[in-house]
DNA sequence: TGCTTATATAAGTACATTATTATATAATGA
DNA sequence: TCATTATATAATAATGTACTTATATAAGCA
């Protein structure tokens, strides 16, 4: 695959977002599947409102997307974004999550948000 | 090659170093050539401890290496650090800087520092 | 409709980051 | 040795970031 240029504001932007490793996390969660706002706040036992202002930078810079399915907002990549590539690089050079969601699975919280 | 996987706290800190627009320049710089202070105060146009400071933060973090030659301090890239090909990566996304390398040039300022 | 659950937004606060100004250190050369 | 040039460091001020608490919105259900 060929080089995707962008421009230096949008790289220093992406890669500002992703150097928070909140986000940075997210990412490599949401690359392996995607999540509502209340498994991310089990994940990273913060509150709901730290989770979702952190989403909505990823959302702001077209990282990722949102879709409602009832009352839950699930989060996934968008695979759309200029930056993806990038992105994609990025995050294959960090460590697994798998552990993450198998935590969130064993305790019953991974996909249905009770 | 294989992926070297660093940690969640090593890849975030490079992400953010690499957030800034100045320190992602100045990466993409010292990949052409190694470059001293003063080219650097001269191509960013801003102040001489602005630029040490980021230079700084660079070498704390393994980027980047110094070497003096006389009264100049050339930086170069850390090809030895742990990040180097997660580096490496990220900036073949960000446009050339040639341009600036070659003002310089123009200016007669280039390796010189008069 | 009113209650509950999920999520977003707003306001405030604490902390981190970046730049500036002033000063220190280090090398060179008269 | 003294003056000059290159660079680093310290202190400070301005700005930005990420959390918390409180509140708003939106969907589902009794």
Redesign the pocket.
Known sequence: MTQRINSMEDISLTL??L?????LTIMKLLDKQEC??????EI?K????????????L?DAGLIK?N????????SINTDSRQWQLVQELISHVPSVDHLLEELKVKGLRM???
Chains 1, 2 share one sequence.
């Open positions: 500002k977002l150097g928070d490793k909140t986000r509502c706002v209340c498994e991310l706040v990273f913060t509150s709901q409102p730290a989770i979702s202002q952190h989403l909505r930078k959302k949102e409602r399915k009832s009352q839950w907002i699930f989060y249905t948000c009770n």
